[in-house]
């Protein structure tokens, strides 16, 4: 059980390029989500999903874009990097519904645009 | 719209001692759930302890332990008996309860605070 797990672990773009960052999960979770951490702001909410074929917004999707196709993948997508996106990004997964749902949390992506 | 305020971006506190972090939040909801993440120099998130709003018992897990205060709309993080393992930035975070699909899963977190640990 390899838990939530994030491909690169580092990432250097240029202004301009595109990438997709890749998450994975083997728990079965229906809900899987990005959060970008940035100095003195804590960790925001930037897409999630409740299932195959089901995304929406959180609080600052601006220059990102998601696709869910099956329930153990959730890429992260920039399209043209800029500078602004230099962050660290987790993605989190957990069971949906009513009731307490721990969500377990990747190891996180440092991605650095110049 | 819930906001988490963490009013103390630094802390430290010499091994063996107590500190308190502190967290206040703001929701006209009743059901809800607060949460405490630790953030080694690793990155990992982890979570520390869990607090449902229906419960007025405070939580606790070993040396960790809350104050919650639902009328103050107040979340504190006690950690006793501190050792250098603890020293991380610490987040405390908020999360609606009831079933609202997708959007009940969402976490806000507050800004953190950063906890060193003095040997």
């Known amino acids: 059980n390899a838990g939530v797990t994030q491909t690169p672990k580092f990432q250097v773009l240029k202004t301009g390029q595109s990438m997709t960052l890749q998450c994975a999960q083997d728990?079965?979770?229906?809900?899987m989500s990005w959060y970008r951490q940035d100095p003195g702001m804590g960790l925001r909410l930037i897409h999630y999903s409740v299932g195959a074929g089901i995304t929406d917004q959180g609080e600052v999707p601006n220059g990102y874009n998601v696709s869910r196709s099956t329930t153990e993948d959730f890429p992260l997508r920039l399209l043209s990097a800029a500078p602004s996106q230099t962050s660290v990004y987790f993605c989190a997964s957990s069971y949906s519904g009513a009731g307490y749902n721990e969500q377990f949390f990747g190891p996180g992506t440092r991605l650095t645009v110049l | 719209a819930q906001t988490v305020t963490q009013s103390q971006p630094e802390m430290s506190v010499q091994e063996a001692e107590t500190v308190t972090l502190s967290c206040t939040y703001d929701t006209s909801e009743s059901d809800y759930y607060l949460f405490w993440y630790k953030q080694p120099p690793s990155r990992q998130m982890i979570l520390v302890i869990r607090?449902?709003?229906?419960?007025?018992q405070n939580a606790t897990e070993n040396r960790f332990s809350v104050n919650f205060q639902k009328a103050a709309k107040s979340f504190s993080l006690k950690i006793s008996d501190s050792q250098l393992g603890d020293a991380a930035m610490y987040f405390c975070a908020y999360r609606r309860g009831g079933n609202y699909g997708g959007a009940t899963n969402k976490l806000i977190f507050g800004t953190g605070t950063l906890l060193a640990v003095q040997p």
């Open positions: 728990m079965n979770h229906e809900y």
């Open positions: 607090q449902e709003a229906y419960k007025q």
